[in-house]
């Protein structure tokens, strides 16, 4: 029904920038909100950042705050996260997760992405 794609992970130095991208393709939906998670090896998934998708208010965890921008474009039906001074302990799968309900339905669910990684290092 819906299919959620990242792209823009890689290797980058510490100190070092990236930004990752996130677009929902498929059925006719509408996003309630779309966040960014993480899984590094051998620990939890955690939470990143979200935008609600109406009024574009951003949550982030305070790890990231000060460092990380999520953000969206709603033509495009993406959402992006702006990576800054990257550290070690950042490196990890980014997996993005988007709260929305098909189009002739009232079934609001979470979706999820394949992951990309991002490994810090130098």
């Known amino acids: 029904q819906v299919q959620l794609v990242e792209s823009g992970g890689g290797l980058v130095q510490p100190g070092g920038s990236l930004r990752l991208s996130c677009a929902a393709s498929g059925s006719i939906f509408s996003i309630y909100v779309m966040r960014w998670y993480r899984q590094a090896p051998g620990k939890e998934r955690e939470f990143v950042a979200a935008i609600s998708w109406s009024g574009g208010s951003t949550y982030y965890a305070d790890s990231v705050k000060g460092r990380f921008t999520i953000s969206r474009d709603s033509a495009k039906n993406t959402v992006y996260l702006q990576m800054n001074s990257l550290k070690p302990d950042n490196t990890a799968v980014y997996y993005c997760?988007?709260?929305?309900?098909?189009?002739?339905?009232?079934?609001?669910?979470?979706?999820w992405g394949q992951g990309t990684q991002v490994t810090v290092s130098s």
């Open positions: 997760n988007a709260d929305l309900s098909v189009t002739g339905t009232m079934i609001r669910r979470d979706y």
